[in-house]
């Protein structure tokens, strides 16, 4: 059963940055499409990004676009997501997720993931 562990969450200050990173147990995690997700405290769980299976193709929740990069090192089984500009309403527990199929292309919906890593917590002060 796949693993995934998720690390670089942290308290950072509004305009700051982080860089999350998520790592994949197993030799297939290079053939799946990767995404992560926040849930804020009394929110539902909401999409953040996500990425093909060779890193090709990504996409963004609104909120988060032009300011969160996802990006992934299949050799390291590794998947990342740096983000700038940080907003105190970014602060959520993040979640990484592996796709329920194999290859695939990035998707928003919760329910197309069926592998989820622990969360890290960001949390942003203004």
């Known amino acids: 059963q796949v693993q995934l562990v998720e690390s670089g969450g942290g308290l950072a200050q509004a305009g700051g940055s982080l860089r999350l990173s998520c790592v994949g147990s197993?030799?297939?995690?290079?053939?799946?499409?990767m995404a992560w997700f926040r849930q804020a405290p009394g929110k539902e769980r909401e999409f953040v990004a996500a990425i093909s299976w060779r890193g090709g193709s990504t996409d963004y929740a609104d909120a988060v676009k032009g300011r969160f990069t996802s990006s992934r090192d299949n050799a390291k089984n590794t998947v990342y997501l740096q983000m700038n500009s940080l907003k105190p309403e970014d602060t959520a527990v993040y979640y990484c997720?592996?796709?329920?199929?194999?290859?695939?292309?990035?998707?928003?919906?919760?329910?197309?993931?069926?592998?989820w890593g622990q969360g890290t917590q960001v949390t942003v002060s203004s």
């Open positions: 997720a592996r796709s329920r199929g194999l290859g695939g292309s990035p998707s928003r919906r919760g329910d197309d993931y069926d592998a």
């Open positions: 197993g030799r297939t995690f290079g053939i799946y499409a």
